[in-house]
């Protein structure tokens, strides 16, 4: 890292500039750069993109599709899948895309791209809140499906132990995240990411090919469950919220692609791109036999995680909820980074903390003991995914990009990209607009009958 020469004035007492990775900065944000975690490291090759994409990407959400096809049915359930796929790969282009638009800098965080797109403070204020929103909100999700998936485990090889509450599960799943949440950044979580990503794939094969060798249950049924035309309308739009969640990678890409290095010659765009391309037919691979095997075999029965439905062969479905503990750990770790790196900014720069391990220790374990302390009051699985799902996931996935293309590019009027992103745009606001509604109705029917910390 070479500093480049002194302002014309020539004076002892002026700051410097510094290229950091085609990034013009002052010296002084250099070091900062250096410690962050989103921008600390920047060696990682195309394939860390695949797996830190898969492990984004194919978590709790998988596990509530066959639960959302029987909400919404055989025919609008298949359209939705595909064109929720055909959607969020086109806006995770738009955000590879736009990563290094502007010669000599890169966009490393997406509030940074939100800012470039509507203004300094604008942009952080459309940006900032939902990309929290959304990686808190699954961090707290995956701190439930952790908790749920031991006490499953639990419960299915050692079905005659006294029952344990899932709240001490959830403490056992976020003890895990005390010690990983030290990692410094994307880089050094790449094992456990690889290992999420394999768990993914293994768990999704075991879900869907365990629903075969079950076959279609005896007296099965395809009908909404809801016997009136408002309970079901409030459980489409819940549905359609399980699937938005189901798409969230968007909110990590950029911070993935920025540890990827880059020239001009050699964009981060291409190695990104290919990761995006594997992860992508991974997540295929995952979602479209899960979702509709597992509704093919127990229909409108079939519960918010379909691991639970499956009893038999024991074993194997004790396999698989470990399976899913893996893979959330690494999940869990990877939504927590961009929020662990605005952290360390705000405490270093607008509070003036001295950036160190005793910082990372104290605030890092904070963000940690509230996540568990939330998933252990609220652990409404498939009411929270639908919620979160519509709420903060729909704009960040669906049409935030768009809507930054257009600001951005400025596409002509009429024109193939302007009808693309509009349609875009349009679906994903009806999204946001229907899908909280019928998650948070979920939640509440929920709500009258649970008991705290049960």
Known sequence: MEAEGASSSGTSGEHRKAEVNGDLQPAGNIKMNEWLPISSSRNAKWWYSAFHNVTAMVGAGVLGLPYAMSELGWGPGIAVLVISWIVTFYTLWQMVEMHEMVPGKRFDRYHELGQHAFGEKLGLWIVVPQQLVVEVAVNIVYMVTGGQSLKKFHDVI???????????????????????????????????????????????????????????????????????????????????????????????????????????????????????????????????????????????????????????????????????????????????????????????????????????????????????????????????????????????????????????????????SWFTNWICIILGVILMIVAPIGGLRQIIIKAKTYKFYS
């Open 158 to 416: 050692c079905p005659h132990c006294k029952s344990i509450k899932q709240t001490y599960f959830i403490m056992i799943f976020a003890s895990v995240h005390f010690v990983l949440s030290q990692l410094p950044n994307f880089n050094s979580i790449v094992g456990v990411s690889l290992a999420a990503a394999v768990m993914s794939l293994s768990y999704s094969t075991i879900a869907w090919g365990a629903s075969v060798d079950k076959g279609k249950q005896a007296n099965v049924e395809y009908g909404y469950k809801s016997s009136t035309a408002v309970g079901t309308m409030f459980n489409f739009f819940s549905a359609l919220g399980d699937v938005a969640f189901a798409y969230a990678g968007h909110n990590v890409v950029l911070e993935i692609q920025a540890t990827i290095p880059s020239t001009p010659e050699k964009p981060s765009k291409k190695p990104m791109w290919k990761g995006v391309i594997v992860a992508y037919i991974i997540v295929a691979m995952c979602y479209f036999p899960v979702a509709l095997v597992g509704y093919w075999a127990f229909g409108n029965a079939v519960q918010d995680n379909i691991l639970i439905t499956l009893e038999k062969p024991r074993w194997l479905i004790a396999t698989a909820n470990m399976m899913v503990v893996v893979h959330v750990i690494g999940s869990y770790q990877i939504y927590a980074m961009p929020v662990f790196d605005m952290m360390e900014t705000v405490l270093v720069k607008k509070l003036h903390f001295s950036p160190g391990l005793t910082l990372r220790l104290i605030s890092r374990s904070v963000y940690v003991a509230i996540t568990m302390f939330l998933a252990m009051t609220f652990p409404f699985f498939s009411g929270l995914l639908g919620f979160f799902g519509g709420f903060v996931f729909a704009p960040t996935t669906y049409f935030l990009p768009c809507v930054m293309w257009l600001s951005i590019y400025k596409p002509k009027r009429y024109s193939l």
